[in-house]
């Protein structure tokens, strides 16, 4: 099983509508999670980070967290096609050290 | 400069051949880290630095691999022996350590494009 799983997609919606991204992670012991995008050809870029239980909102992303079942989140409302990327997801076992990543989610925003 | 910065940006070897591959990280960050991101997948760990040390190596794949940090800036990583399946994004990262400014983002450079034909 990998550390931190996420659907590979592609997940494609029209704009203006909810796009929801899922990600587990099987290390009990992961302390913080943070959503990267990445677009084609370039580096991945923090969209969000989150470390407690709960929701954590930024603009039109929300990230949501829940320790108990292992399952991290990421809403976009009012998706643009500027939205489209690949998402991924990343975990950290303690409060520094390594980050590791899901194998992503391409979204596809369509007009 | 005000992001991480990673040399060459591409690199043609054949197979056999050893390559570096350079980064520069934000000035203040201690912290450095190696990715490796293949076609269609997120990034794979490698390597992670704090300060001159290498703190965490298990990612690096076989004793190909190997990265310095001599003064605690910049590093680099070192393939030997290149083999095809070595073909990848390098990426590197540098963040701060625990303190009043840390957040725990990691700040990605643009990649080293490595292809071993």
């Known amino acids: 099983q990998k550390e931190v799983e996420q659907n590979s997609g592609p997940l494609s919606v029209p704009e203006g509508a909810i796009a929801s991204l899922n990600c587990t992670y099987s290390?009990?012991?992961?302390?913080?999670f943070f959503w990267y995008r990445q677009y084609s050809g370039k580096s991945p870029e923090l969209i969000m980070s989150?470390?407690?239980?709960g929701d954590k909102e930024d603009g039109r992303f929300t990230a949501q967290l829940n320790k108990a079942s292992q399952y991290v989140s990421l809403l976009i409302r009012d998706s643009q096609p500027s939205d489209s990327a690949t998402y991924l997801c990343?975990?950290?076992?303690?409060?520094?050290?390594?980050?590791?990543f899901g194998q992503g989610t391409i979204l596809t925003v369509h007009p | 400069g005000a992001g991480v910065s990673q040399t060459p940006s591409n690199k043609v070897t054949e197979k056999g051949k050893y390559v570096e591959l350079r980064c520069d990280p934000i000035?203040?960050?201690?912290?450095l880290y190696w990715y490796r991101q293949s076609l269609g997948q997120g990034p794979e760990f490698l390597i992670y630095?704090?300060?001159?040390?290498?703190?965490?190596d298990s990612g690096l794949p076989n004793d190909r691999f190997f990265a310095v940090r001599p003064e605690g800036s910049v590093s680099t990583l070192k393939i030997q022996r290149t083999e095809r399946g070595d073909s990848a994004v390098y990426l590197c990262?540098?963040?701060?350590?625990?303190?009043?400014?840390?957040?725990?983002?990691?700040?990605f450079g643009e990649g080293s494009r490595l292809t071993v034909l």
């Open positions: 990262a540098s963040s701060l350590t625990l303190g009043g400014a840390w957040t725990g983002e990691l700040f």
């Open positions: 990343a975990g950290r076992p303690s409060s520094y050290g390594k980050l590791t």
């Open positions: 290390d009990r012991g992961s302390q913080s």
């Open positions: 630095f704090q300060g001159t040390g290498a703190a965490d």
């Open positions: 989150i470390y407690s239980n």
């Open positions: 000035s203040g960050h201690t912290a």
